[in-house]
Structure formats: C-alpha cells, structure tokens
C-alpha cells in the first residue's frame, strides 16, 4: 500500500514509518524539521528513513497553503497518517502561536488534501491532554473533552472536531486517536525520561513535578505502533453502521470514531524515577516541586475501544520499556563506552517485535509540522 506519514522526522512518525516501510509499504514522508528540538536527532532518524527503499523525503511546513495536497497529488497514498503536531504543553504557555499554525492550520491542510485526493483511511494523532478537567478516570472516549487547560489541547481538540466536520462532509473515514505519554527508543529530548536520563548521568539535579506523586499511563513506543498498524485496517464504517461495542465512538453522521491508545496502567512519576535509577545505576538527585499550570495529577486510558477493535492493546511494562531506552540512549549518545553498536538502532524491550514518555511536557505526539 501507498502510505502518507505527516511528521516522519518526529518520534511516533519516525517508529511507525519504518514499520510500515519494513513490512515492504511505500511511505511518502513530511516534516518541516523545526528547531524545537535538536534537529540533529531529526536528521539522524530520517536518515535511517532514507536508508529504506520506499521511503520519500518531502520537507515542508504543513500550514504552507497548497503544499500538502500538491503531495497528495503527487503521491496519491491509500492513507494518510497525520502525526506532526506542534508538541509541548508547558511551550504553549509561551508560544501560542505555534499550536494554531501548526496544530490548526496545519491540519485544516491535511483535511483539504483529504478532500481534494480521497483516502481509504485518514489517521490523525491527538493527545490524553485534550481530556484536560476531567478528574473521572480511566479516561474515556466517551467522556465530555471541553475543558482544555492548554492552548496545545485546545488545539488538538479543535483538529478533532475539524476532521470530524470533514468525514461528515466529504465522508472521508478517519480514526482520530489520543495518545497517553508515549515513550521509548528515539524519544523527544524535551521529555522527562529523556530529560531525566541526561541530567542523571552528568550529576545533575532533576525537578520533580508534584512531589513525583503526578500519575502517568506510560505507553511504551513499539506497542503504540503496533496499535496504530492494527487501527490502519479498521476504517469506521459509514454512518448507520452498528458499533463494535459499548464503548465504541462511530459517529452517528459521519465514518469518524475516537479512540485512546494508552496501556491503562498508570504509575507515578516517583516510581518511573526508581525504576530509571535501577536502569541507569545511580541515584537522581530529586528537587521536589509543585505541579506547574497546565499539567493534569493523573491520566489514565480506557482501553475498552482498542481492545474491541483490534484485539490489542499496549502491555509493555516501564521494567522491560525504560531499560531499552536507557540502553539505546547510551548507545546514541555515548553515554557508556560498552554499550555503542548494535543497541544504538535495536528496542530489545522484550519479545514483542512490536512491543511511552513521561509526562514533563504532557503526553503528545512528538513531531515537527
């Protein structure tokens, strides 16, 4: 099949790109490789991309008028999974303006291209922050999402609500999914286990928001791709459709369903850092501080939908996740000598082929537009 993957220089987009490229699919890759991370773990991931026959580089900023629907001529793909986003809550809180070119603009792009060039399957990334008020957990799909406590979840949710007008209008069948805390190999630096990660093994002090008592459904990298490759195949019906399930989201006008993708087994951060420690072999010096504007106590997935349609859901444990990333980050960035090589590029995170981050900046999906 013909795949066209919006933020393959990203984390999520990166992952899923070179899964779907190993099972012999074609991607037409886009990312604008912003400057909001170090552009050098951008370049590095889409070099590995490029590595790949199939894959086709395509660098441009999403909210550009007409650039992405002249790719989707171009390309013509059998789906589309848009994954670039402007990532980051606590950036929000600085640069608003980023999250409404790049979360809202950028999509109402993608949606045009959409509608110009039909798609058997529009796949579109959301976030666990969109819930934002909700103290009512497991999070469910079903559950009112209208008290974003972020310009970034709003701009999520408004991408929601565009791609939901749009499969009504233009009977486009899109999936829109919210991610919970993704982590693992490749990560974003500006997360925590990263973050966390670096500062631990140069001696430094850490901040630890909300006393570590925060709580996170930390969702391990491999098995939300595995999660988003099964969702590929399971396009929502046309409206009339009987759903899957109770807890299913079909839309009653419009091919559209909403779906978490989230392990649904939270922890806190204070036991993410003991289980880091145990990885890394050394003890994190912990600055205690009160949980900033914007972040949530707790998030947590119901995986009742996921588990329906697909048969699956995340079960990577932090145990078996946080020491593969440890052991590619100490290959990648040379953090111990013994272990460069083939751990720089391999999970090893458990027998799973295809087996989530911390939440400093929230739970999102970790690309450039």
């Given at each position: 099949?013909?795949?066209?993957?919006?933020?393959?220089?990203?984390?999520?987009?990166?992952?899923?790109?070179?899964?779907?490229?190993?099972?012999?699919?074609?991607?037409?890759?886009?990312?604008?490789?912003?400057?909001?991370?170090?552009?050098?773990?951008?370049?590095?991931?889409?070099?590995?991309?490029?590595a790949a026959p199939g894959f086709s580089e395509h660098r441009f900023m999403l909210e550009e008028p007409g650039a992405f629907a002249a790719l989707m001529a171009e390309a013509r793909p059998d789906v589309v999974v848009h994954l670039a986003a402007q990532a980051g809550v606590r950036y929000s809180l600085e640069h608003p303006e980023a999250y409404v070119a790049g979360n809202i603009v950028g999509t109402f792009q993608v949606l045009e291209g959409c509608r110009a060039y039909p798609v058997r399957h529009l796949l579109?990334?959301?976030?666990?922050?969109?819930y934002g008020g909700n103290r009512t957990v497991p999070f469910r799909e079903t559950d009112r999402a209208v008290s974003p406590l972020t310009?970034?979840?709003?701009?999520?949710?408004?991408?929601?609500?565009?791609?939901?007008s749009y499969a009504h209008l233009w009977r486009i069948?899109?999936?829109?999914?919210?991610?919970?805390?993704?982590?693992?190999?490749?990560?974003?630096?500006?997360?925590?286990?990263?973050?966390?990660?670096?500062?631990?093994?140069?001696?430094?002090?850490?901040?630890?928001?909300?006393?570590?008592?925060?709580?996170?459904?930390?969702?391990?990298?491999?098995?939300?791709?595995?999660?988003?490759?099964?969702?590929?195949?399971?396009?929502?019906?046309?409206?009339?459709?009987?759903?899957?399930?109770?807890?299913?989201?079909?839309?009653?006008?419009?091919?559209?369903?909403?779906?978490?993708?989230?392990?649904?087994?939270?922890?806190?951060?204070?036991a993410m850092l003991d289980t880091l420690e145990a990885a890394l072999g050394r003890r994190?010096?912990?600055?205690?501080?009160?949980?900033?504007?914007?972040?949530?106590?707790?998030?947590?997935?119901?995986?009742?939908?996921l588990r329906d349609l697909v048969g699956y859901v995340p079960a990577t444990p932090i145990e078996t996740g946080i020491p593969a990333f440890v052991r590619w980050y100490r290959g990648h960035h040379g953090g111990d000598p013994d272990h460069h090589g083939a751990d720089a590029d391999h999970h090893g995170a458990g027998p799973d082929r295809h087996g989530a981050d911390p939440a400093r900046e929230g739970a999102d999906p970790g690309s450039s537009p």
């Open positions: 099949m013909r795949f066209l993957v919006t933020g393959t220089a990203g984390f999520i987009g990166f992952h899923l790109a070179r899964r779907l490229l190993e099972a012999g699919h074609t991607v037409a890759g886009v990312d604008g490789v912003t400057d909001y991370y170090d552009v050098g773990l951008k370049q590095a991931r889409l070099a590995r991309l490029a579109f990334a959301s976030t666990s922050s969109a310009i970034y979840a709003a701009s999520k949710l408004a991408g929601e609500a565009m791609a939901h069948p899109t999936t829109a999914f919210r991610f919970f805390t993704v982590y693992g190999p490749w990560g974003r630096p500006d997360m925590a286990l990263f973050l966390f990660t670096r500062r631990i093994l140069a001696g430094e002090p850490i901040e630890v928001f909300d006393h570590g008592r925060a709580v996170r459904d930390f969702t391990y990298v491999d098995d939300l791709v595995e999660s988003i490759a099964r969702l590929i195949d399971v396009p929502p019906p046309p409206p009339g459709a009987a759903p899957v399930s109770a807890a299913d989201t079909l839309s009653s006008v419009a091919p559209y369903r909403l779906v978490n993708i989230g392990g649904g087994r939270p922890v806190t951060v204070a994190a010096v912990r600055l205690l501080r009160d949980l900033p504007p914007g972040d949530v106590e707790r998030t947590e997935a119901s995986t009742d939908l």
